[in-house]
């Protein structure tokens, strides 16, 4: 059973300040990690895309993958009230294929202004 | 434009009833998916549809039907719907195994 785990928060983050946010995930075969934005009453929306070991930034946003830890991380820089919002890590284990993605149960995000 | 549309927004029904609910991309994407999300907000995949044909098809009652007239385009039937049905659908497309984009959500609840 592949999962991926979350502490679910709330963490609450001054406005201004690094927002961080952490998942783990059990299946080693995993090939694809993303970070969603889920507002509440809305749709996920794709935050950050990752695929190899290493930091990949947009913006204030900066995602790290550690493949050896099963580990990926979301930073959120200068964190703003409008970035509060359940933040969702999604695991895609395909090698080429599709697949589904497989979400934790998301970390509920609140910056504080 | 919207890239993943879904209808309805809302639906509320009966119990033994049954819907279907409708989902159109327009990224030009060869995959859909249909997830669904419980009350606690926990997001699960149901099915997943590559050039008309079913890639996977997680523990999901045999009540729950999708069907791809063709690649834009992936519905979900339910028959007989249950109390514990009630949920958010999502639709959501990709290229392959790239980046999934989802549709807004249909918000079900079955009475």
């Known amino acids: 059973q592949k999962e991926v785990e979350q502490n679910s928060g709330p963490l609450s983050v001054p406005e201004g300040a690094i927002a961080s946010l952490n998942c783990t995930y059990s299946?080693?075969?995993?090939?694809?990690f993303f970070w969603y934005r889920q507002y509440s009453g809305k749709s996920p929306e794709l935050i950050m895309s990752?695929?190899?070991?290493g930091d990949k930034e947009d913006g204030r946003f900066t995602a790290q993958l550690n493949k050896a830890s099963q580990y990926v991380s979301l930073l959120i820089r200068d964190s703003q009230p409008s970035d509060s919002a359940t933040y969702l890590c999604?695991?895609?284990?395909?090698?080429?294929?599709?697949?589904?993605?497989?979400f934790g149960k998301g970390t509920h995000l609140i910056i504080q202004p | 434009d919207t890239a993943v549309s879904q209808t309805p927004k809302y639906l509320v029904t009966q119990m033994g009833n049954d819907k279907s609910i409708k989902c159109e991309q327009n990224l030009g994407h060869d995959t859909m998916y249909w997830y669904k999300q419980d009350s606690k907000k926990f997001l699960k995949i149901m099915f997943s549809?590559?050039?008309?044909?079913?890639?996977i098809n997680e523990t999901v009652p045999n009540r729950f039907s999708p069907k791809s007239p063709d690649k834009a385009h992936l519905n979900l039937h339910i028959n007989s719907l249950e109390l514990g049905d009630s949920a958010v659908y999502f639709c959501?497309?990709?290229?392959?195994?790239?980046?999934?984009?989802f549709g807004p959500g249909t918000r079900l609840l079955v009475l």
């Open positions: 299946d080693r075969g995993s090939q694809s």
């Open positions: 999604a695991v895609n284990d395909s090698g080429g294929g599709a697949d589904g993605l497989t």
């Open positions: 549809y590559n050039n008309k044909e079913l890639i």
């Open positions: 990752i695929y190899s070991n």
């Open positions: 959501a497309s990709s290229q392959g195994s790239s980046s999934q984009y």
